[in-house]
């Protein structure tokens, strides 16, 4: 049986308070299931926006989308991760990754690393996390235990065995450092090399007692009635695919909203990607694809 349809919209930037909570609001009013944010330098503080999103709104959930584990310290996470899942009554889902912008890292004065070191901090984080939040004695105590459900996102066998074992949702970016390029510029994976990612993610997860939900990251979303000529004018933008290739990202919609629902289906049914994600300049104009996607 597939997984019922969610989606994420990931809120990029804040310009005052007031137009943080409409902006929240008015996600809410469009069908978005979770209200999520980045962590970036330059992004919002992750954990008072999404304090600030649960008390502007009712039913959305609110997370991390992802976290740049390097920021923080496990025990002083611990603490900001319960007490957000507290003030929010149990709405909070914590997702988690590596990071992979090192200016970051060096403007915050904090190590960069390897990428297996990357991954090893991540990994002792989650252990972390699971010994201090699912210690009865644990204070403050979140809401939801005994932790808020896990998303880890990331590409690479280690971070995919990573998600296999302790993650109730795995996300899938569908991109990577785009070569010879400034860092943080991504290119996109074609369908192919998300469904090896997705394949080698459910080898490692075969034991598990129950089956994570998959999460991918929209990254355009291109109202059309002509998907091929917005894919070729996409295509020549540089982002890794052709234009044969584009028109079957996973990480790309392109056509009316009807089209972009059968897309999600036919994506649901070859990768198993449920809970959708998208940035918030897309925000309206998903908004038509939930309408045809509700209860599905």
């Known amino acids: 049986m597939s997984r019922p349809f969610r989606f994420g919209l990931n809120i990029l930037s804040i310009d005052s308070g007031p137009a943080w909570r409409e902006k929240c609001r008015r996600g809410e009013e469009l069908g978005y299931d979770v209200l999520l944010v980045p962590d970036h330098l330059g992004c919002p503080a992750p954990f008072p926006a999404l304090v600030a999103a ?6 959305p959930r609110v997370g991390t989308f992802v976290l740049n584990t390097g920021f923080f310290n496990p025990a002083l996470l611990a603490r900001e991760v319960a007490t957000t899942d507290a003030l929010t009554d149990g709405r909070l889902e914590l997702g988690l990754g590596t990071g992979y912008i090192r200016a970051e890292h060096d403007e915050a004065g904090l190590p960069w690393g390897s990428p297996g070191e990357r991954v090893d901090h991540l990994t002792h984080t989650v252990e972390e996390l699971d010994r201090l939040l699912g210690d009865p004695a644990y204070a403050p105590k979140s809401a939801q235990r005994p932790r808020p459900p ?9 971070m995919l065995r990573l998600a296999a074992k302790h993650a109730q ?3 899938f970016s569908g991109g990577r450092q785009a070569p010879g390029k400034p860092e943080g510029t991504l290119e996109l994976l074609s369908a192919e090399q998300v469904a090896a990612s997705v394949a080698r993610y459910q080898e490692f997860a075969a034991d598990r007692a129950e089956p994570a939900e998959l999460n991918i990251l929209v990254q355009q979303v291109l109202v059309t009635d002509d998907r091929r000529a917005a894919a070729r004018e996409f295509a020549a933008h540089g982002v890794g695919l052709d234009e044969d290739q584009v028109l079957h990202a996973p990480t790309v919609l392109i ?4 089209q972009m629902a059968d897309q999600l289906r036919e994506r649901r049914e070859r990768y198993g990607f449920s809970y959708i994600t998208v940035l918030d300049p897309f925000m309206e104009a998903f908004a038509p694809v939930i309408a045809e996607l509700q209860g599905s």
């Open 54 to 59: 649960a008390e502007a709104t009712e039913r």
């Open 169 to 171: 949702i795995a996300a």
């Open 150 to 158: 896990l998303l880890i996102g990331g590409n690479g066998p280690r």
């Open 255 to 258: 056509g009316t909203p009807e």
